[in-house]
């Protein structure tokens, strides 16, 4: 190593110990993001079989394919659990014994939910056929349509997230996102029925609770309308932030809705570009109007108020 090398190696080491928070040194190993990657791929071929497979999948060899799959989903998935029950361990200052186990333990569990993953996975396939004109047959949709991808991971990371298993979550989601454009939050509670058309740019909140039968349009934000703040000026973490969008409801693109005490009331429709930050009753039509929100019903189509502006949430 040259004199030059060896300057560039002692500036990082120097920087090492001068700038911390974002050093990892003499700690549990992380969750690796190529495993956890991995694992979303196989995830994909569990819930969609034949669909991400090289080879056909005959019928008669299903049972030993799958067997083999959960066998290495469960070696690979618990050995990265660990690593995050550990990491939690070192935040809260608790210690325990036996991750291992405990990690099989959820990670069994968690794959004992894949069966309902694709029965609500199902109904989003559906929902993308009767939404999109242009869909010609289920294959073209599971193949093509990113939002199918976003969604199903986003549901497997879901029900990680329940089962309070740190960061993989997050990890698998932000893959997701990287993967399609489409940002959904692993925490976000989503319904059957739910179809993103185009998908490009959507964003879903932690804190969102969407009900069945919605269909979202590109660049939909669901998100949160201000950050409140502890007296030491520290962001509270943990309550509601995101809006609730009820059954059947269809937003068009580009449209903002803000605020955890935000709600679209069901069968509502949300018009492209509307930024809404207060409630607004079932079978409302929200567009803009200049600076001002048009806001009509759509059975009788007569003018009607937004139910209250959201308090600060």
Known sequence: MDCAQRNLVNALLDSYHEVGGINRIDSANLPSKGTVTSVCEQLLQ????????????????????????????????????????????????????????????????????????????????EAAYEGDPAAKNFDEIILAYPCIEAIAIQRCAHCLYELDVPLIPRIMTEYAHNLTGIDIHPGARIGSHFFIDHGTGVVIGETCVIGNHVKLYHGVTLGARNFPKDENGRIVKGNKRHPNVEDHVVIYPHATVLGGRTTIGARSTIGANVFLRESVPPDSFVTNAGEELNLINKVTGEAVEPVGEAADS
């Open 46 to 125: 569990l819930l969609f079989p034949g669909y991400h497979d090289e080879e056909p999948i005959p019928s008669d060899e299903l049972e030993p394919i799958t067997s083999e799959r959960i066998a290495t989903l469960v070696d690979t998935l618990k050995v990265e659990v660990a690593k995050t029950l550990r990491l939690r361990d070192d935040e809260t200052g608790e210690h325990h014994n036996g991750h291992g186990q405990q990690a099989r333990e959820l990670v069994c569990e968690f794959l004992g939910k894949l069966p309902r993953i694709r029965t609500l996975l199902q109904s989003d396939v």
